[in-house]
T-cell receptor, first 112, second 118 residues
Framework: QQQVKQSPQSLIVQKGGISIINCAYE??????FPWYQQFPGKGPALLIA?????SEKKEGRFTISFNKSAKQFSLHIMDSQPGDSATYFC???????????FGKGTMLLVSP | DAGVIQSPRHEVTEMGQEVTLRCKLI?????LFWYRQTMMRGLELLIY????????DSGMPEDRFSAKMPNASFSTLKIQPSEPRDSAVYFC????????????????FGPGTRLTVL
């Protein structure tokens, strides 16, 4: 049973546009929601994360929006750049500690 | 600071052969994860260790797969015998357990081993 559903599978955005990736979860015990970024030939790396006590977290051009009642969260990349082209994974876990459950990933291509 | 180190980076082997993948944790980390990544299934957690002890191996596909942590900084994932369907990129990741020194589950991934079984 997949506990974190991610969409879309792939996304093409023009330079300067907004990239939006969505995730939905089923387990209401999840209370930590990170996004990982993976470049070709590299391992995933933590990009930004949110706890459910806030509805939004922003770091530079990257924003997580969180909707606890809908059990959904999304990543917004403002002013998308070609260097943002990568695969993005959402994930979820329960604190204080548990393993991460990853979504299947979104391949983002930002065209010049 | 060196990150998570994995070796080899690429491995091509024939069906039936034994394959051993290696991982060196970041110094001071005490949790270790092995993942498998394929296009069809995405990132799958195979096994998780904490303080050298296997905590959750429910993701290990079958008895052909085994993982060990002979010491606090090193782990191996062995496939014996290997099969073509084992072809994938295998990642290990390490982290600090929050209870030990703060931090929130951030896992630091190695560069991966691309395994091809012919």
């Amino acid at each position: 049973q997949q506990q974190v559903k991610q969409s879309p599978q792939s996304l093409i955005v023009q330079k300067g546009g907004i990239s939006i990736i969505n995730c939905a979860y089923e387990n209401t015990a999840f209370d930590y929601f990170p996004w990982y970024q993976q470049f070709p030939g590299k391992g995933p790396a933590l990009l930004i994360a949110i706890r459910p006590d806030v509805s939004e977290k922003k770091e530079g051009r990257f924003t997580i929006s969180f909707n606890k009642s809908a059990k959904q969260f999304s990543l917004h990349i403002m002013d998308s750049q070609p260097g943002d082209s990568a695969t993005y994974f959402c994930a979820a876990s329960t604190l204080p500690y548990s393993t991460l459950t990853f979504g299947k990933g979104t391949m983002l291509l930002v065209s010049p | 600071d060196a990150g998570v180190i994995q070796s080899p980076r690429h491995e091509v082997t024939e069906m039936g052969q034994e394959v051993t993948l290696r991982c060196k944790l970041i110094s001071g980390h005490n949790s270790l994860f092995w993942y498998r990544q394929t296009m069809m299934r995405g990132l799958e957690l195979l096994i998780y260790f904490n303080n050298n002890v296997p905590i959750d191996d429910s993701g290990m596909p079958e008895d052909r797969f085994s993982a060990k942590m002979p010491n606090a900084s090193f782990s191996t994932l062995k496939i014996q015998p290997s099969e073509p369907r084992d072809s994938a990129v295998y990642f290990c990741a390490s982290s600090l357990r929050p209870g030990s020194a703060g931090g929130l589950n951030e896992q630091f991934f190695g560069p991966g081993t691309r395994l091809t079984v012919l």
